[in-house]
């Protein structure tokens, strides 16, 4: 299903939530994710808060970064071998996550576990103490949130308070001030938490509690982002409409993938944009589920 939103120079958001179209339009090189600053107001200004807030030092975050910038894809296929050969720790028997998903311990527990976990794919000696994570936790959290913000007012308010550059600031100094490594334990390791909420739901739930193995739960958990932006470069006709420069395109990942529960939709697996830490996020979903389950007795 599509939807436009198109007010003449002041906004124009194409949403598309269907796989196939979300494919044809992530697949056309008339669109991309290297924002300009063209099109109606809201769209430039739109494109021009994303590029602040996902930029450090100068270097953009790798999702920000254009479908033919040969550095992002080299980055993005050396990772995506380096995680394929990483195996998923060894969660001990009280892990935060564990007991999480088993319902015997609160998700303020768990986020910093997670992210101690994901920032060591990047850095084997980050282990911050316990205050120094529930710190980077809350930062990571107000970060994704503010980064998140559709609301003009509130860029404003970030803007003149400085909050959303402290939080980036301190999640940067926790991992030497490297975009992706911002980029894991900053924003895709929310995907990971709202995979944690439902594998909890899961385990919630008798009937799927006994029914799911480790495979088949983390199908069945994994939480896609909610949309991803695209920026129509040229005059193009795109399943749901027809572009001017500037238009700006959300494909809502969520919605496609829950409809289908396809990981391949959910991580983007076959495209130029693909998720390099799909395999080791399956993994690891896998990995907590198991042992959540260890201690269940069978019914
Ligand atoms: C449930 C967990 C996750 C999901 C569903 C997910 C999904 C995605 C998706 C859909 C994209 C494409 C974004 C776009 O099209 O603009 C992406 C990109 C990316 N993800 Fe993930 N992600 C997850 C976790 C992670 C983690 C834990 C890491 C790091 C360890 C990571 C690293 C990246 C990077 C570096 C990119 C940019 C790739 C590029 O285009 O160069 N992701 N992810």
Redesign the pocket.
């Known amino acids: 299903m599509a939807r436009r939103i198109r007010i003449p120079l002041l906004i124009d958001i194409l949403e598309v939530d269907d796989a196939a179209s979300i494919d044809a339009i992530?697949q056309d090189p008339r669109l991309d994710?290297a924002y300009g600053r063209t099109g109606p107001l809201f769209n430039r200004m739109l494109a021009a808060r994303l590029m602040r807030v996902f930029r450090l030092d100068g270097a953009l975050?790798?999702?920000m970064?254009g479908?033919t910038?040969a550095a992002?894809?080299s980055?993005?296929a050396a990772?995506a071998a380096r995680?394929q050969e990483t195996p998923v720790p060894d969660l001990a028997d009280d892990d935060a996550m564990v007991a999480y998903v088993r319902g015997a311990a609160a998700r303020e527990k768990a986020g910093p576990a997670l992210q101690r976990l994901?920032g060591r794919?990047?850095d084997p000696a980050f282990t911050p103490a316990e205050g120094e994570a529930q710190r980077l936790w809350d930062a990571a959290i107000r970060f994704d949130a503010a980064a998140r913000s559709p609301n003009p007012l509130r860029w404003l308010q970030q803007a003149l308070f400085g909050t959303l550059h402290a939080d980036r600031n301190i999640l940067a100094g926790a991992v030497g001030r490297d975009p992706?490594?911002i980029?894991?334990i900053g924003?895709?390791?929310?995907?990971?938490m709202?995979?944690l909420d439902r594998l909890r739901e899961c385990h919630d739930d008798p009937v799927r509690r006994f029914a799911l193995d480790g495979r088949s739960a983390a199908i069945a958990a994994?939480?896609?982002?909610d949309a991803?932006?695209?920026q129509a470069k040229a005059v193009a006709d795109v399943p749901g409409g027809s572009l001017t420069p500037g238009t700006l395109v959300q494909?809502k990942?969520a919605d496609a993938?829950e409809r289908r529960l396809d990981?391949a939709?959910?991580?983007?697996s076959p495209?130029?944009?693909?998720?390099?830490?799909?395999g080791?996020?399956a993994r690891l979903?896998a990995a907590i589920w198991i042992k959540a389950r260890a201690k269940d007795e069978q019914p």
């Open positions: 992530n994710r975050f790798p999702t970064l479908r910038d992002r894809a980055a993005q990772l995680l994901v794919l990047f992706m490594a980029h894991a924003i895709a390791l929310h995907n990971i709202k995979s994994l939480a896609a982002p991803v932006l695209r494909l990942l993938a990981p939709i959910a991580f983007q495209s130029w944009n693909a998720c390099p830490a799909a080791f996020v979903l």
